[in-house]
């Protein structure tokens, strides 16, 4: 293995320029760097967030990126500054025999050329690297055949001297970590994220360790910006008819497909002119409202994120038609003037994240509806489904019958769905349109917006 060798390589000199330095000053080198390595997981998150102020967004290349440059960048600034000092105001070494000084010198220097590496290695694993750097392979996806060989990630390789688990231990343990039930700041960080939830066996007891932070901060960034950008790593600004014909979907008949591992179908579509429920919106001048009720379910690569902007409604030459769906649906609230409605969802997943998300209710009742500007769907396992009404802006000239829906592999970027036309425009108030009204009802709807989710 190739990172093996270079590791060995990288200790044995870091060990002959410590027994060149002496005991005094490698042993001083090798505190230096076990205090920098504690400050820079203790302030590394905070600084990139001031710096990049993006440490929460996965649609931020820093969300990957930015934390693993500022852990290095304190961590340099913080093992220069506590060298020099050490240099300028520690007592100088104590008379001790020169054979002794060069093994020790040799010693200590190893040891820092361990760890240093082991650092090293930690901030490559936290960038979003292939799961595969210079033949180490520290996690292996095993696509699986059945329910009784599910698809999985298990422990492949481990270096030989094992010097990124070490210098992560040593840095948990520097942050407040002592055991593996229970970790510093370094894990505590991650959490338990190994092995994912979906294959813990019913007695699994939760605890933190190394495999835990290499796992997220590795394996799981390699698999959230391939899944995010595709195999195509762009948009795609036109579909070949002939992956129009294999992938995209009919809205005529409820006919699935599976396209980049998920499997759709189309269960309802309607023209319409408005919202039910929701008098205010209206499509843009000459288009109408198509609505479509798509059931999302993965067939693997777990976990994901779907977002509602990767549909799209083509025709048989692959042109786009419409783009950057509202999501429509139900909403609950407890009583009248509740602040907090609930928008009722069909799916068997995690909760999902919606955009610009409306209440509209008639005045007395619990039931009324609800619309997002879009939405996001995580799926961490199989089994998980999600059954949403798509609502597009479709010209009132084309055909619902030459109309496809297809799903880009691509999960865009808020920048770019920013940049996506609206599918509606917003009636003034004082227009003449009759507005239409609730069930249950006197007066229509009044679309407000809510945190409420």
């Known amino acids: 293995m190739i990172l093996n060798l270079l590791v060995l390589a990288a200790v044995a000199v870091v060990a002959v320029f410590g ?3 002496r005991l005094y000053h490698a ?3 090798l505190a230096a760097l076990v205090l920098a390595g504690g400050l820079a997981v203790v302030l590394g998150g905070p600084v990139s967030s001031v710096l990049f102020g993006a440490a929460g967004d996965i649609d931020s290349t820093w969300h990957y990126v930015g934390d693993a440059l500022c852990l290095w960048v304190v961590l340099c600034v913080g093992f220069l500054g506590l060298r020099t000092a050490g240099h300028r105001w520690l007592p100088g070494e104590a008379p001790v025999p020169k054979v002794a ?3 020790g010198g040799a010693v200590f220097g190893a040891l820092t050329g361990y760890l240093a590496v082991g650092l090293a290695l930690v901030t490559v694993q936290m960038l979003p690297v292939a799961p595969s750097f210079l033949g180490y392979t520290p996690f292996r996806y095993i696509k699986g055949t059945s329910r009784e060989n599910p698809e999985r990630v298990v422990r492949h390789d481990m270096l030989w001297l094992a010097p990124d688990r070490a210098a992560v231990w040593l840095l948990d343990l520097s942050t407040g970590g002592g055991t593996r039930d229970e970790g ?4 505590d960080a991650v959490g338990d994220a190994y092995p994912p939830e979906a294959q813990r066996p019913q007695d699994y007891k939760p605890s933190v360790d190394t495999d835990d932070f290499l796992y997220a901060l590795w394996y799981r960034r390699w698999q959230a910006i391939r899944w995010r950008t595709g195999a195509a790593g762009g948009p795609l600004a036109s579909i070949p008819p002939d992956q129009v014909a294999r992938e995209a979907l009919p809205l005529q008949g409820r006919q699935p497909n599976v396209i980049h591992s998920m499997k759709l179908e189309v269960r309802f579509t309607a023209r319409t002119n408005r919202l039910p429920g929701i008098a205010n919106l209206l ?9 479509v009720r798509v059931c999302l379910e993965p067939e693997n690569r777990l976990p994901r994120i779907i977002d509602s902007a990767q549909f799209v409604l083509v025709d048989e030459s692959g042109q786009t038609v419409a783009e950057n769906p509202l999501v429509y649906g139900e909403a609950l609230r407890r009583s009248a003037g509740d602040e907090k409605p609930k928008a009722i969802g069909l799916g068997s997943g995690p909760p999902v994240v919606p955009r610009n998300l409306r209440f509209a209710f008639p005045e007395s009742g619990e039931r009324g509806v609800c619309v997002a500007d879009g939405m996001r769907f995580p799926f961490t396992e ?3 489904y999600e059954t949403r009404t798509f609502i597009f802006a479709v010209p009132t000239h084309v ?4 109309v496809r829906l297809f799903m880009h592999p691509r999960f865009p970027s808020a920048a770019e769905i920013e940049k996506m036309p609206s599918p509606t425009r917003t009636k003034p108030p004082d227009a003449p349109t009759p507005e239409p009204r609730q069930p249950g009802g006197d007066k229509p709807a009044d679309l407000h917006q809510s945190k409420g989710v």
């Open 184 to 187: 510093g700041a370094l894990l």
């Open 27 to 29: 042993a001083m080198a």
């Open 399 to 402: 055909s619902r019958e030459g």
């Open 19 to 21: 027994a060149l330095q």
């Open 283 to 291: 499509p843009p001048e000459g288009h109408e409202f198509l609505q």
């Open 382 to 384: 199989k089994g998980q």
């Open 101 to 103: 000084q060069v093994a």
